[in-house]
């Protein structure tokens, strides 16, 4: 099945700095990317994804790069603010088989001011 | 719209009780998962529901754990009994379908199973 690396599990920025935060994926098959942001004590939240077809795609300071051929794809958020902390996961699947959404093992983004 | 509802936020109870858990998904998301999250870790699927089918119950440890979703909405997650190491977050969630082209997964907030 699949398996997904993330890197690093911690991570503090200054804010107004920026953050990427990258996974790895091992089923080259997998063509839908979600990221999640999970704050303490609450549900994880869908801030943005990607699927195979597209390189690239941002959303105001979020944007995610997928390089299919390495099997990684990144996060980074670019101005960060103190209410960007959080920990995000990374995950991935192959839709076409309808399997699991494999999740990575998180990592915490501290935003320090 | 209402996102997916789960019940109870928080449940304590002693090793070897039962325990439930209830979860009603969006509107019209034919797809429900149950996830479990350990602490510091990331969700991990335990039963997946294609309308009322368990299409994915691989991860589910069957000897302890059962889920049902009879008429393809709500669902319940049940652990009889429970054991110490049941203690996590035990995540809903619903998706329209299989995750295909603009669908996507949406969160419960969770219920907080604590087993002393």
């Known amino acids: 099945g699949e398996n997904v690396e993330q890197h690093p599990s911690t991570l503090s920025v200054q804010e107004g700095d920026s953050a990427v935060i990258k996974c790895t994926y091992s089923d080259s098959a997998s063509n839908y990317f979600p990221w999640y942001k999970q704050e303490l004590g609450k549900r994880p939240q869908l801030i943005i994804d990607?699927?195979?077809?597209?390189g690239e795609k941002k959303d105001q300071r979020i944007a995610v790069t997928l390089n299919k051929t390495a099997k990684h794809f990144s996060l980074h958020i670019t101005e960060t603010q103190p209410e960007d902390s959080a920990v995000y996961f990374c995950?991935?699947?192959?839709?076409?088989?309808?399997?699991?959404?494999?999740f990575g093992t998180g990592t915490r983004l501290q935003v320090t001011l | 719209e209402a996102g997916v509802v789960q019940s109870p936020r928080y449940k304590i109870i002693e090793k070897k009780q039962p325990v439930a858990f209830w979860c009603n998904p969006i509107?019209?998301?034919?797809?429900l998962y149950w996830y479990r999250q350990n602490l510091g870790q990331g969700p991990e699927l335990l039963i997946r529901y294609e309308n009322e089918e368990a299409v994915d119950d691989s991860q589910l440890p069957k000897d302890r754990f059962s889920a049902e979703r009879l008429k393809g909405v709500d669902s319940t997650l049940k652990i009889q009994p429970a054991e110490l190491g049941d203690s996590a977050v035990y995540l809903c969630a619903s998706s329209p379908g299989a995750l295909a082209t603009n669908e996507k997964l949406f969160f419960g907030s969770g219920t907080q199973l604590s087993v002393l």
């Open positions: 995950a991935a699947i192959n839709t076409g088989t309808a399997s699991k959404l494999t």
């Open positions: 990607i699927r195979s077809n597209v």
């Open positions: 509107s019209g998301h034919n797809t």
